[in-house]
């Protein structure tokens, strides 16, 4: 399967936002985006509260489709929790901020992860993250989207039982796969 997005394309475009101020950081990504990959970013900024694994961010989801995702995602105040085990890849871009993680399989060393890196999830792997405040990422993830969806929704149903940021990223989630599908981009 052919995928849209290069990591190391998009490790490259976040890094020119480094050190900007936060509108000025999140406009430029999606600027620079917009620009690499034409109409396939959506440039609304549209943010909704994620809460999955017990970590309480914000996102702005740029692209959808079946396979890929592209998203804006950090926190101002920090928040601490669980990765998930997904089958997918995920990519994070380090625009601000820091994060440590640890894993089941090496649960004595804590690796600081810091502006500026590209930073892999492989699939089958979970980590325990604490993320510092103010730290924000440029996030990729390619594979079978839907997979993630459990993990992805389950604390807004189960931890905070809030349907309007259910709603909220369902219907965002289906309106850019749908525009995906209907540029026949899966």
């Known amino acids: 399967m052919g995928y849209i997005f ?3 394309r998009l ?6 936002a480094i050190g900007l101020p936060f509108d000025a950081m999140c406009s430029t990504v999606v600027d620079e985006l917009a620009a ?8 609304r900024t549209d943010w909704m509260f994620n809460l999955a694994g017990g970590l309480t961010g914000v996102m ?6 079946l396979s890929e995702y592209v998203l804006i995602y950090g926190t101002p105040i920090g928040t601490e929790g669980f990765s998930g085990r997904f089958r997918i890849d995920i990519w994070d871009v380090m625009l601000r901020g820091s994060f440590t993680t ?3 399989r090496d649960p004595s060393v804590a690796k600081l992860s810091q502006v500026g890196e590209l930073v892999h999830l492989p699939p089958g792997v979970t980590k325990a993250v604490r993320i510092q405040p103010d730290t924000w990422m440029l996030e990729y993830a390619r594979g079978p989207i839907f997979t993630s969806l459990p993990t992805a929704l389950g604390d807004s149903v189960f931890r905070a039982m809030d ?16 525009r995906s599908l209907l540029r026949r981009t899966l």
């Open 60 to 65: 702005c989801v740029l692209h959808a489709s």
């Open 11 to 16: 490790h490259e475009i976040g890094s020119r």
């Open 102 to 104: 640890y894993t089941d």
């Open 6 to 8: 290069d990591p190391h």
């Open 36 to 43: 690499a990959y034409p109409g396939h970013i959506d440039t």
């Open 163 to 178: 349907a309007a940021i259910l709603g909220k990223t369902l219907l965002r989630y289906s309106q850019l796969t749908l």
